[in-house]
């Protein structure tokens, strides 16, 4: 047994301990996600149209990862929206701009890797990149979605006679919270991984243009900097749904 069987183990079993019902659902989805994502490969390495596969795997993959990991239905059913929306305009505009970031491809680095292979490998490597950005996203943007919308359910839960007013300003103070914490996580799972890196393109004396487009770096870049704007448009469009759910509502049902 390896180090990863030993860690996957051990997260296994706290999950189950700390989430219990929640916490196996998590597991369970966790797992489908990953089956979902081997079958997209199998699908797209056997010819399927890629924008078929993309959009179905995206949209399977959001639901099993909101889903199971909330036992009112609402707030799913908001999160799921909010995140659709988001990842949507993502996609969007990751495709718009994919020409200008050049992300398709394998950088110099990885050629020593690939030596005595060919890299013909028979798939559209640049909307495969699309495809890569818009799923490492989906996980910020849903976890940002969930956090906002349920503390705004529960504040309105504990506060069920609060005015537009209060429900607003504490709605900013939740939202502040949540964006500075998941961009900082977005920021130093950046930085963490690609240190390595980062200190051998120092030691080749590459300079920092030469840095931040090199293939690898500029692919997490451009990850990192959707992700952050897919976070601050899950957020404010959470919050959004959340105050019409508990006002606008209300009113037109008086």
Known sequence: MNGISILLIIFILLTLIVGGKIGFRAILGL???????????T??????????????????LIVLTIAPNS????????????????VALILILITALQL????????????????????????????????VVTISVIGAVAEASMATTADLFELREDNPEIVSTNFL???????TQILGTAITTLLFGMLGSNLPLIIWFKKVG???????????LSIELTTMLL???????????????AYREF????????
């Open 31 to 41: 797992a489908t996600n990953f089956l979902i994502i081997l079958i997209a490969i």
């Open 206 to 216: 590459l300079s920092l243009g030469q840095i931040v487009n090199s293939k690898i």
């Open 71 to 86: 036992d009112d239905s609402k707030i799913s059913d908001l999160s799921i929206k909010t995140t659709f929306i988001v």
């Open 227 to 241: 992700g952050m704007l897919g976070v601050v448009a899950s957020i404010y469009l959470s919050s959004y749904f």
């Open 100 to 131: 200008g970031l050049h992300l398709g491809g394998w950088g110099e680095e990885s050629l020593e890797d690939f030596e005595g292979f060919s890299t013909a490998i028979g798939i559209d490597v640049k909307r495969l990149s699309i495809l």
């Open 43 to 60: 699908l797209l390495n056997w010819g399927f149209n890629f924008w078929i596969v993309s959009l179905i795997t995206v949209s399977a």
């Open 247 to 254: 006002f606008e509502v209300k009113v037109s049902k008086e």
């Open 169 to 175: 300003n504490a709605s900013n103070k939740i939202s």
